[in-house]
């Protein structure tokens, strides 16, 4: 069966880090794009950070996490992860990954339809409070 497994959520305090996992069984990352999303509760699903698998230098990040958050991916793992330094409140929510081979830009990817995408996790919470 073919899926993504997010892992790494948990609760921190403000300031804190934490380093979100999202991996693949089941088929190879290989020329797909990679997102991160979140959800707020009350909030519509947002793209946090994409990477291309292909080429790791082709990165986008949502300017809200711009220069706290670091998009990455080990192929030999098969796995992306999502480093998330400086956390703050506002950045509680369930991440989720999503895979797909269609994509054009990974700007385009992170503003995409997360429901229309190839392949998607089932989350993991963050939470960021005192």
């Known amino acids: 069966q073919s899926q993504l497994v997010e892992s790494g959520g948990g609760l921190v305090q403000p300031g804190g880090s934490l380093r979100l996992s999202c991996t693949a069984s089941?088929?190879?990352?290989?020329?797909?794009?990679i997102g991160w999303f979140r959800q707020a509760p009350g909030k519509e699903r947002e793209g946090v950070s994409c990477?291309?698998?292909?080429?790791?230098?082709?990165?986008y990040y949502a300017d809200s996490v711009k220069g706290r958050f670091t998009i990455s991916r080990d192929s030999a793992k098969n796995t992306v992860y999502l480093q998330m330094n400086s956390l703050k409140p506002e950045d509680t929510a369930i991440y989720y990954c999503?895979?797909?081979?269609?994509?054009?830009?990974?700007?385009?990817?992170?503003?995409?339809?997360?429901?229309?995408?190839?392949?998607r996790g089932q989350g993991t919470q963050v939470t960021v409070s005192s």
């Open positions: 990477i291309s698998m292909s080429d790791p230098t082709s990165t």
């Open positions: 999503a895979a797909d081979l269609a994509w054009t830009t990974v700007q385009a990817m992170c503003n995409g339809i997360f429901d229309e995408y190839d392949y």
């Open positions: 089941g088929f190879t990352l290989s020329y797909h794009a």
